[in-house]
């Protein structure tokens, strides 16, 4: 008998100590259609593949107005069941000049599904920026902060609290191109913040910050729409057929789905699905015709400010994404 007393609560001391040592994420993003899967991604593989604890999201204007981010970000966590996560709103303008975003995802950023729920959970008091800082100091090296969006909210955290890089664990940026002459123009995210774009990119050492191209999944994980319809899209769950209407404006515009941020999403949890990663010295252009875009001189990682995400396994990609996606 006392025996499986003393067994039980070594168990007991062994869960709690694993539940101690998980690492923590936040997502700072503009949701967003790719945002959304990014985001119920991550509360996928936490739920089912023991993956990274979702402490928060931030939130930012990028791919739509931040309110409609804001309202997105609350939609998301409720068809996820999963609004215990706290939302903390951040940038509604980049730091200089706020680009015209279009409406790529729709005017709402999601489809203009018109889906709604008379649930959800407001934000918390708190700012985004404040929010990064203080789950930095309190999961300290346990947590990732990974951006999907513009670079407001991080650019700021950094020229807030200079210490901020340094107690991540790992910071990731989905943002920026590796330009060639298919890639001419500035991507999205680098665009929208240019300047933030370059306070990150100026603070950022290769053992902390990762940047991960789009360029690179475009060409990496050059996915057909038809795959993403009627493979992906088949999959019978309440999470993917509210991304089918929320990716129901972006996806007739092209035969391909090029989606960065839930790529982003499995190079955080999953790191094998990375087939190579360079580094370089890595910057964007501020000023006259080049502004936005990216720039990189790959070099030893001594050399080097970032580690960037330079290819990617495609077919395990998807795989995994089935694989993640056809749990509830
Ligand atoms: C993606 O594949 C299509 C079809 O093979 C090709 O035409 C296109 O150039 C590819 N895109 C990239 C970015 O590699």
Redesign the pocket.
């Known amino acids: 008998m006392l025996r499986v007393i003393i067994f039980v609560c070594l168990c007991v001391t062994a869960a709690d100590f694993s539940e101690v040592k998980k690492s923590k994420l936040v997502i700072d993003n503009d949701a967003g259609g790719d945002d959304a899967m990014a985001i119920f991604l991550t509360l996928l593989y936490e739920k089912h593949f023991d993956g990274p604890k979702l402490v928060g999201l931030t939130t930012a204007n990028g791919n739509t107005p931040e309110h409609n981010v804001y309202f997105n970000n609350q939609r998301i966590l409720r068809i996820a069941d999963r609004q215990d996560i706290p939302i903390f709103r951040g940038s509604k303008s980049s730091l200089v000049t706020t680009p015209d975003a279009g409406a790529w995802f729709g005017n709402d950023g999601l489809g203009d599904s018109g889906l709604n729920f008379d649930d959800l959970v407001p934000a918390q008091e708190k700012n985004a920026v404040t929010a990064l800082i203080d789950l930095s100091k309190t999961y300290k090296s346990d947590l990732t902060v990974l951006t999907i969006g513009t670079l407001t909210n991080v650019a700021l955290a950094i020229k807030t609290d200079s210490e901020f890089l340094d107690r991540l664990g790992h910071l990731y940026v989905a943002a920026g191109h590796i330009h060639d002459d298919?890639n001419p123009d500035a991507e999205f995210n680098a665009h929208m913040d240019v300047e933030a774009y370059h306070i990150v990119a100026k603070n950022a050492n290769p053992d902390k910050v990762t940047f991960l191209p789009f360029s690179q999944v475009?060409?990496h994980l050059?996915i057909t729409r038809a795959w993403r319809e009627e493979v992906f899209g088949a999959i019978d769950t309440d999470i993917i057929r509210a991304m089918n209407q929320f990716e129901s404006v972006s996806l007739p515009k092209s035969d391909?789905w090029h989606a960065l941020d839930p790529a982003a999403v499995a190079v955080v949890v999953k790191p094998s699905l990375v087939s190579e990663y360079q580094y370089s010295k890595h910057d964007i252009n501020l000023c006259g015709q080049k502004r936005g875009l990216t720039t990189n001189t790959f070099v030893d990682k001594a050399e080097a400010n970032a580690r960037i995400v330079y290819s990617y396994k495609e077919e395990e990609y998807k795989k995994f994404l089935l694989d993640v996606f056809s749990r509830k």
């Open positions: 298919e475009m060409t050059n391909r």
